[in-house]
């Protein structure tokens, strides 16, 4: 079968540095991706790692370690506006994207 | 501009009731493909098409049926909906071997 698994909610306050991780179990893996996901809007791309290492896109960067099936994205200098919600997704042979079922990041003043 | 637009954004049917959900983009993308979001379960595919008259199911495809005549459109038809159908739809188009997926802005379905 294939599953993602990452934490449900994480809280924050403003300036800091957060990490949401992300576990994988899949055949046919291609990459990595994260998505943002605000209050009843559409996803929006942030990232996507197909090789082993840290990607860095601004304050927003993720990581990927195929021989662990982990991957993380880490996100710096926290904004009020960075509260949302984030979800790895993993592309397989075929392009089929599966999502996890997200992280709900809650920053704080 | 470049986009994904979906119709109707907001729908309440009762159960039995044909329907169908529109998508287009118009960015020239091979790729397609509809999702259903739920409280708690993510985002879930439903189908996807790899370009025209190519489809194939999903991880949920039960009670829905697609069709990709066009490149740009991929409707979403349910035949026959039931409660358990109430969702939240996303379309999403990409390039074929391109990570990035591009959404469109949703539509909430309500079966009474």
């Known amino acids: 079968g294939q599953s993602l698994e990452q934490p449900s909610e994480v809280t924050a306050v403003e300036g800091a540095i957060v990490q949401i991780n992300c576990t994988y179990q899949?055949?046919?893996?291609?990459?990595l991706s994260w998505y943002q996901q605000h209050d009843g809007g559409a996803p929006t791309f942030l990232s996507y790692?197909?090789?082993?290492g840290l990607e860095e896109t601004g304050r927003f960067s993720s990581f990927l370690s195929r021989s662990d099936s982990y991957g993380y994205l880490l996100l710096q200098e926290l904004q009020m506006k960075d509260s949302a919600s984030y979800f790895c997704?993993?592309?397989?042979?075929?392009?089929?994207?599966?999502f996890g079922k997200g992280t709900t990041l809650s920053v704080s003043s | 501009e470049a986009q994904v637009t979906q119709n109707p954004r907001y729908l309440i049917t009762v159960t039995g009731k044909k329907l169908t959900v529109t998508c287009s983009q118009n960015m020239n993308h091979e790729y397609m493909s509809w999702y259903r979001q739920d409280p708690g379960l993510g985002l879930r595919q439903i189908y996807y098409?790899?370009?025209?008259?190519?489809?194939d199911k999903g991880d949920v495809p039960e009670g829905y049926k697609v069709s990709r005549k066009e490149k740009r459109n991929f409707p979403l038809i349910l035949e026959s909906p039931s409660p358990n159908q109430t969702s939240l739809y996303f379309c999403a188009s990409s390039f074929q071997g391109e990570e990035t997926q591009y959404f469109g802005p949703g539509t909430r379905l309500l079966v009474l």
């Open positions: 997704a993993v592309s397989q042979a075929g392009t089929a994207l599966i």
């Open positions: 098409s790899m370009n025209v008259e190519v489809t």
């Open positions: 899949t055949s046919g893996f291609y990459g």
């Open positions: 790692n197909a090789l082993d």
